[in-house]
C-alpha cells in the first residue's frame, strides 16, 4: 500500500491530528482505506519506534499500559516538507475505501445467507410440490428481474 517512508509520515499525519496508541492507529488506517488496508503491528510498531528514536514523536507518560505517542515540531517539519506524499498517500486510501465500498458484496452475502435459511426452513422435511414449484418461480423471478438492473 505505501512506498519507501509513506507509513512514517501517515503515522505523523494521524499523530498531529492527536495523540494516539499504536493500536489506534492501525484502526485508523484501516478506516482511511475502508478496511482495504490494516498494517500489522509487526510494522507499525517498530517504525513508530524509530520515529521515536528520530525524535519526530514522543511517547506521552499515561495511567495505564498504552501510552500515547504524539508529533513533535520536528516532526511537523517533516510533514510541511513532504506534504505531497502525504496528500498522495491519504488518497490512495480514500480511493481503496472508495473501490471497497462500490465493490462491497456482504450485503448480498447476507441476503443469499437469509434466502437459504428460508429455503432449508421452508423446505425441510418434504414440503409439497406446488410449494417447491413457487418457491422455484420466485427465484426464477428474482434472478431475472436482478439481471435486467443498471
Do not use: C
Amino acid at each position: 500500500m505505501f512506498d519507501n517512508g509513506e507509513l512514517r509520515l501517515i503515522l505523523m499525519h494521524l499523530l498531529e491530528e492527536e495523540p494516539r496508541h499504536g493500536y489506534d492507529l492501525i484502526r485508523a488506517i484501516e478506516e482511511l482505506s475502508g478496511g482495504t488496508y490494516v498494517p500489522s503491528p509487526g510494522v507499525v510498531y517498530p517504525t513508530l519506534a524509530m520515529l521515536s528514536d528520530m525524535g519526530w514523536i514522543d511517547e506521552s507518560a499515561a495511567e495505564n499500559l498504552r501510552k500515547p505517542f504524539s508529533i513533535t515540531p520536528e516532526g511537523r517539519k517533516q510533514l510541511v516538507e513532504n506534504a505531497d506524499i502525504v496528500k498522495a498517500s491519504l488518497e490512495r486510501l480514500h480511493a481503496a475505501a472508495q473501490v471497497r465500498q462500490r465493490t462491497d458484496v456482504a450485503p448480498v452475502r447476507r441476503a443469499m445467507h437469509n434466502l437459504r435459511t428460508v429455503l432449508i426452513d421452508k423446505l425441510a422435511g418434504g414440503a409439497a410440490k406446488e410449494i417447491v414449484h413457487q418457491a422455484v418461480a420466485l427465484i426464477d423471478e428474482a434472478a431475472q428481474k436482478i439481471e435486467r438492473l443498471g
